[in-house]
């Protein structure tokens, strides 16, 4: 049974007041990953990569595979002024099998 802060995920991706970020990489980004997700992968976090289109003051999820990567990305979004970063525990898997849209 979905957790329901997967609920309000998906309320306030419609309503358009929070964002969602995949931080896997393009090989597995390719492969399939959620219709609302921006692509801006861990690597490019890194490196200072991040996608302009993103509003640093919203209510950004950050998912990945398996939920391990998003611990390491979570405080370099923040040192790159994200406000309001929610690391999701649930990988991108996770969030197929919750009802998420994925696309290729």
């Not at 405080?75 to 406000?83: D, V």
Request: proline share 6%; net charge negative; aromatic share 6%.
């Amino acid at each position: 049974m979905p957790r329901p802060e997967l609920e309000t995920l998906r309320q306030e991706l419609a309503s358009g007041s929070a964002q969602l970020l995949d931080i896997r990489e393009w090989d597995e980004w390719k492969a399939g990953h959620l219709a609302q997700a921006v692509f801006c992968p861990l690597s490019g976090i890194n490196g200072g990569d991040i996608p302009t289109e993103l509003d640093l003051s919203k209510k950004t999820y950050i998912h990945c595979r398996s939920g391990r990567r998003v611990l390491q990305g979570k405080p370099l979004l923040e040192e790159a002024g994200f406000t309001q970063v929610i690391a999701l525990p649930e990988g991108f898997d996770a969030l197929a099998a919750a009802g998420f849209t994925t696309e290729n």
